[in-house]
Nanobody, 122 residues
């Protein structure tokens, strides 16, 4: 079992950058990790995922080239670097973990953080 705590959300302007952090209570290398987001009134959306044991990140077209998923094994923390933000990126962002593999479907993840709000507005 692993606990996840996100941080770093806030209010930014279009074109700005933001880094979200997700601190895990255990070794992140043991888990597939993902980021999802949910805008008000919409379904939860896949943002990025990285597999256990260093399997590389994947991104949907909506964030590819703007978002980067990295991890720091020493700190048991993963990060979501978000650049060139737009109002369409406004959502609650969730960190998630699964015991193995890498997945884009939220139901495959067994552990979730509480979420952090990102608002992009001028």
């Amino acid at each position: 079992q692993v606990e996840l705590v996100e941080s770093g959300g806030g209010l930014v302007q279009p074109g700005d950058s933001l880094v979200l952090s997700c601190a895990a209570s255990g070794p992140i290398s043991d888990y597939g990790m993902g980021w999802f987001r949910q805008a008000l009134g919409k379904e939860r959306e896949f943002v990025t995922a990285i597999g256990a044991r260093g399997i590389g990140p994947i991104y949907p077209n909506s964030v590819k080239g703007r978002f980067t998923f990295t991890g720091d094994d020493a700190k048991n923390t993963v990060y979501l670097q978000m650049n060139n933000l737009t109002p369409e990126d406004t959502a609650v962002y969730y960190c998630a973990a699964m015991t193995d593999g890498r997945a884009i479907l939220d139901w495959e993840y067994g552990y979730w953080g509480q979420g952090t709000q990102v608002t992009v507005s001028s």
